[in-house]
């Protein structure tokens, strides 16, 4: 089994995503800020990193996974966001945002699962 | 003198001829005047302006040409005919030249004088129909040249840019304002101009000029002229139909629209932001429930009880900001009704006070309130001020320390009711103070985490100082406390019933 780190400043969201996460098997280490997101990752080396891009500031999930890329943390990271497409606010993956994934919050267990389990997948066939 | 009645002056010495001459035409229906010599010819003859004048060529005192050329010197449309006894080549060659409409041999037939009067009149009819015509035709000219610096003034003078250009691609007529947006210098009246168009500008006038048919519709575009948003211009091109319906160019209206641009901007902003500061607790319950209905997740009752405990937690904190969110839209559309009265401020302050007792407690805060005034009044409406008041107090005690004080001054000048609300908080830094009237913008610590709130408080504060042309004034220490000072001014206020006094007076 996998271990995760989940960043968002939510705490019911950090609480909700780590129960079921952890009721799949999976070590679960979570932060509330970009801070401390970028600590645990480095301390703890994680499979897999999901990160709320809207956090102090609008974009600060952006800047904590360009850091990552920066310093050769190569975990995939899964991206939630919360702000819907249809406003002009488009999250694309892309070069300029180096995440693997993205997913609108609100997300139901069965997804995220889904996801995690998908991306965890494709890490170990690369 | 009958004025209907054709006029004609018979200038004879032969005085038969000139009474039989004159009985003649009356009975025509002619008004006839006579005279027996040149000199009374050419009195009456200039004094008033007759339609006809039968002149004799030989007379005693002048020649009769010389009475023609003094009547026609001052009437040049009096028909003149010469009479003359020694009819010859010569003499009517003379009297044409001078201006004699004809000459008449005598002696002369009634007809033959009736035809020649008849003639000449008809000739007059005709001259002066033209000269009418020609003085039409020149106050027209004049008219319209009048009208075309006028209108060149109206067009040069509208804050909207108008270029025309006729079908060869020629600039025909513009505006500075068309120049000023569409970034065009040292152009020429008939010079082409559409390689010098915003590219998209010149596609559109293109699909006019380069069409077959005549197209009967307007076509809009906008244009980014500056970047970083400085300037944004809405250009409508619309054809110009030529006098055979074909098309003879194009006129193109430019609006600046860069204002509606920044409010469009603005306005999505707040959507984008409103959306998610929704959609976060929304997210938030909706793991909670996806939870608690998963039985494959085996939770324990107490965690089901403490998930749904949470869930109305948050769903609490997004009623309030569905409230506030309504709140700033009615304030913004000022629908709200207001009652406004005199009220004292601080018992309005003490009134806050009681409902925090509580939380006063819990933090054992030292609360202090002062005031100049046994009564300082303001007078407003006691939902607003009450609200405004119940949110500084409400950010003292939550951002306080344990132990901290929170104190409260009254204070009047000539100009404002000042109130200073201080507590020693936990402060803010510069940059988090200059953000702090944004919708939605909560500072957020190690020492804010566990504080809730909907983010639109003190922009809801602002609003409704605002509407009461007051002001706020910030301290802030980050660490030490914060001092937030209302101004609400009371000059305003006396003004206003100044004038609700004088008013009375007046209609009383």
């Known amino acids: 089994m996998a271990k995760i780190a989940i960043i968002d400043d939510d705490p019911d969201i950090l609480d909700a995503s780590s129960l079921v996460l952890t009721s799949k098997g999976h070590e679960v280490i979570t932060a509330n800020n970009p801070d401390d997101g970028y600590k645990i990752v480095v301390d703890n080396s994680p499979d897999l990193i999901i990160l709320d891009v809207m956090m102090n500031e609008p974009d600060d999930g952006f800047f904590l996974a360009q850091k990552f890329r920066k310093n050769n943390i190569t975990t995939p990271i899964i991206m939630y966001t919360s702000i819907s497409k249809t406003i002009g606010m488009d999250y694309g993956v892309n070069e300029m945002v180096p995440v693997d994934e993205y997913v609108e919050k609100p997300i139901s267990p069965a997804q995220l699962i889904q996801k995690v389990e998908k991306l965890l997948h494709k890490h170990i066939e690369r | ?508």
Not at chain 2, 354 to 371: A, G, H, M, T, Y
């Open chain 2, 1 to 508: 003198m009958d004025l209907l009645k054709q006029k004609i002056l018979i200038v004879d010495d032969e005085k038969g001829l000139r009474l039989g001459t004159k009985r003649l035409l009356e009975k025509e229906g002619f008004d006839v005047v006579t005279a027996e010599n040149g000199t009374e010819g050419i009195a009456l003859g200039t004094s008033t302006e007759f339609d006809a004048a039968i002149i004799d060529m030989k007379m005693p005192d002048f020649d009769g040409i010389l009475v023609l050329k003094e009547i026609i010197k001052k009437y040049p449309n009096t028909v003149c005919f010469i009479a003359t006894a020694y009819a010859s080549y010569d003499t009517a060659i003379e009297a044409t030249r001078v201006g004699a409409f004809s000459y008449i041999p005598k002696p002369f037939s009634p007809d033959e004088l009736l035809l020649q009067i008849s003639k000449g009149l008809e000739k007059r009819e005709l001259n002066l129909q033209k000269e009418r015509w020609q003085k039409e035709r020149e106050e027209r000219l004049l008219e319209v040249a009048f009208e075309k610096t006028r209108l060149n003034t109206i067009i040069n003078s509208i804050s909207d840019g108008v270029l025309v250009i006729n079908k060869n691609g020629e600039a025909v007529l513009y505006n500075p304002s068309a120049l000023k947006f569409l970034a065009l210098k040292n152009i020429k009246i008939e010079e082409y101009i559409i390689d010098k168009l915003p590219e998209k500008l010149a596609e559109q006038v293109k699909q006019f000029l380069n069409s077959s048919e005549y197209l009967k519709r307007s076509l809009t575009v906008q244009l980014q002229m500056k970047a970083d948003n400085e300037l944004f211009v809405e250009a409508t091109t619309s054809p110009v139909p030529a006098p055979d319906g074909s098309l003879a160019g194009v006129a193109i209206v430019i609006k600046n629209i860069t204002e509606l641009k920044k409010i469009e901007f603005l306005k999505s902003q707040f959507v984008s932001m409103v959306s998610h500061e929704l959609k976060a607790p929304i997210a938030a319950v909706y793991g909670f429930l996806k939870l608690i209905s998963d039985k494959s997740m085996n939770l324990s009752p107490d965690k089901q009880n403490e998930f749904i405990n949470r869930s109305i937690v948050r769903l609490d904190s997004l009623l309030k900001m569905v409230n506030d969110l309504l709140d700033i839209s009615r304030m913004e559309m000022k629908t709200t009704q207001r009652e406004i009265k005199e009220l004292n401020i601080l018992d309005i302050i003490k009134n806050i006070m009681d409902l925090f007792q509580l939380e006063i407690k819990k933090r054992n805060l030292n609360v202090n309130i002062k005031s100049s005034e046994i009564n300082p009044l303001f007078k407003g409406d006691q939902d607003e001020i009450t609200r405004l008041f119940t949110n500084f107090v409400s950010n003292g005690i939550k951002y306080n320390k344990q132990n901290g004080s929170l104190v409260i001054n009254i204070e009047k000048n000539d100009d404002y009711l000042v109130t200073e609300i201080k507590d020693s908080g936990i402060g803010m830094r510069p940059l988090e103070k200059d953000k702090l009237f944004h919708e939605f913008y909560r500072v957020k610590n190690e020492f804010t985490k566990d504080i809730s709130g909907t983010g639109l408080g003190l922009s809801i504060v602002k609003r409704i100082i605002d509407s009461y042309a007051g002001k706020i004034e910030v301290e802030s220490e980050f660490g030490t406390g914060t001092t937030f000072r209302v101004f609400l001014p009371v000059v305003d206020n006396a003004l206003k019933e100044n004038k609700v006094t004088l008013n009375n007076i007046q209609s009383v």
